[in-house]
């Protein structure tokens, strides 16, 4: 049988050190992959003169799965978005940011599980027709929404409630101000909804989805929603359950997929082991999924649940005293 091929991007600042965590425990629950490393972010621009090599780009496509850890792109210097290259190049269209309760964090809430999907390549998210005027007093940016796009993301959005047994899903827009975008996205939303009568469907409107969300998460199950209110709105579905170092992501398309760890490249903290390695750990368990191997996913997920419950050898962040290496091989001995 062929070994899974899987393009590893450590990335830059703590990734290097999650990534690897995440490895170690990928291959003690007994997966016999072939990990091949690719570089991009600050390393890469060091390494090669560029953020994203064609290399790297060329081993992505070869392998269709990739673990990536935080990339920094560097900010005002007129360099493009790494994600948003990445997205855009592999038509990675569904972007899938599960959070899920876990007790021992310092979240507000308990047993919230709730996924938010996030069309991953329209909309004001991918900084389309952006222009400054001479003068640098008016700036302009383009979005740009298709029904193609939209039926694609919603149609995903319901046949994961359907396949995972959920029972609702919230389409979340702007369609009462933003008539022709948010508007036809809500349009096809209705049009796909009727095809799904086995689901509950809801509408709402973002600024009081975030009100929603704050007051009563509970509510929610799952959302689906448009590029730039989805890159918010995860965010803040991870701040219910302890933050971004306890959300994952999954960026998926057609023949390929990204699954990464959310949350920043840390410089501060790079290389002091002291990294809480989770948000790539559970990237890797959406990775599991995605390649049919329920069960090993399953044994990481119940492993890391009973170290952050427990306590034991738990990072700065999950109200520990431990670093990353401690917490992962706490990891290592429960599985």
Sequence with gaps: MTKQHITVIRGDGIGPDIIDAAIQVLQKVGC????????????ALENHGELLPQATLDLIAKNKVALKGPLTTPVGEGFTSINVSLRKKFQLYANLRPVISFKGTKAHYQDIDIVTIRENTEGMYCGQGQTVSA??????????????????????AYELARRDNRKKVTVVHKANILKSTSGLFLKVAREVAQRYPDIESQEMIVDNACMQLVMNPHQFDVIVTTNLFGDILSDLCAGLVGGLGMAPGANIGEN????????????????KNLANP??????????????????????????????????DRTTRDLGGVHGTSDFTQAVLERL
């Design 256 to 271: 390929c997929a990204i699954f990464e760890a959310v949350h920043g490249s840390a410089p501060d903290i790079a290389g």
């Design 135 to 156: 003068d640098g007093s008016v700036a302009e940016a383009k979005s740009v929404i298709t029904r193609e796009g939209s039926e694609r993301i919603l149609m995903y």
């Design 278 to 311: 989770t948000s790539v750990i559970l990237a890797s368990i959406q990775m599991l999924e995605y390649l049919n191997m329920g069960e090993q996913a399953d044994k990481i997920r119940q492993a890391l649940k009973d170290v952050i419950e427990s306590g």
């Design 32 to 43: 016999d992959f072939e990990y091949e490393y690719a570089d991009a972010g600050l390393v």
